[in-house]
């Protein structure tokens, strides 16, 4: 999987990609705009962080490659890649439950904390891509 050079981008389908696990160090593009919202990403080999409107929305440790990322009330899904295994945090609904898959396959429901994080642990290597989505549930 490429990663996104730019990083931060728009895609044909009306998803963004960002981030860049290969760079020795910490690299952040702000100001980006997409869909009348405010984007940051700050993205290097140790960690990736996406902010919308200086609000947390994504974050991952070690850095990643994440494409075609696209979020709703009730859906987030994205593509992930990066040179390990990784761990990422979202940004959703406080005390809510979620079902989450990987590469199609549930992983189990899960719930965030009071304020709205859920942590996914992934094992990934070298060129190897994981396809995330995290729905919510009824």
């Known amino acids: 999987m490429a990663t996104v050079k730019e990083l931060l981008r728009t ?31 700050k993205t290097f080999s140790e960690i990736t962080k996406l902010e919308k409107n200086g609000m947390f ?11 075609n990322f696209k979020a709703t009330d009730k859906e987030i899904a994205f593509s992930v890649s990066a040179a390990t295994d990784v761990q990422f945090t979202l940004e959703l609904e406080p005390d809510c439950e979620y079902e989450v898959y990987v590469n199609e396959a549930s ?4 719930a965030t904390n009071l304020s709205g994080k859920l942590s996914v642990s992934l094992e990934l290597s ?5 396809d995330i989505k995290v729905i919510k549930c009824a």
């Open 11 to 41: 895609e044909d389908n009306g998803t963004l990609s960002f981030g860049d696990y290969t760079l020795p160090s910490k690299t952040k593009l702000e100001n980006f705009e997409f869909e009348g919202d405010m984007y940051k990403v």
């Open 57 to 67: 929305v994504y974050e991952s440790v070690p850095g990643t490659t994440v494409e």
């Open 107 to 110: 992983a189990g429901k899960m």
């Open 126 to 130: 070298e060129g190897q891509s994981g």
